[in-house]
């Protein structure tokens, strides 16, 4: 679930790197997911509006972390707390 349908990932241990895969579909309109690390909390809560996505994330300190988007670009997000709009 955390995977598939909220799109939360770790690419390094104790999620030192973390993907965040946004995939809207199957009639969700938003989903949402968190991991406390050891080493601190990620998550991602992704809404889908008329015509765009909205992606929150939060990444632990110390962590690098990026959105890869359904059409292949990537965006990568700072530590903290971020709100990423995209058109759909």
Same mark, same amino acid.
């Given at each position: 679930m @955390?995977?598939?349908v909220a !799109?939360?990932?770790t690419a390094a241990p104790g999620y030192g790197?973390?993907?965040f895969?946004?995939?809207p579909g199957g009639g969700l309109t938003w989903a949402e997911a968190? @991991?406390?690390s050891p080493y !601190?909390?990620?998550a991602i809560r992704r809404e889908l509006h008329a015509s765009r996505i909205e992606v929150r994330t939060t990444v632990r300190t110390g962590?690098?972390?990026r959105i890869e988007w359904p059409d292949g670009s990537v965006t990568n997000v700072p530590t903290g707390t971020t709100t990423t709009l995209r058109p759909t």
């Open positions: @955390h995977t598939t !799109g939360l990932s790197e973390v993907v895969r946004p995939r968190a @991991h406390q !601190g909390r990620v962590a690098s972390a």
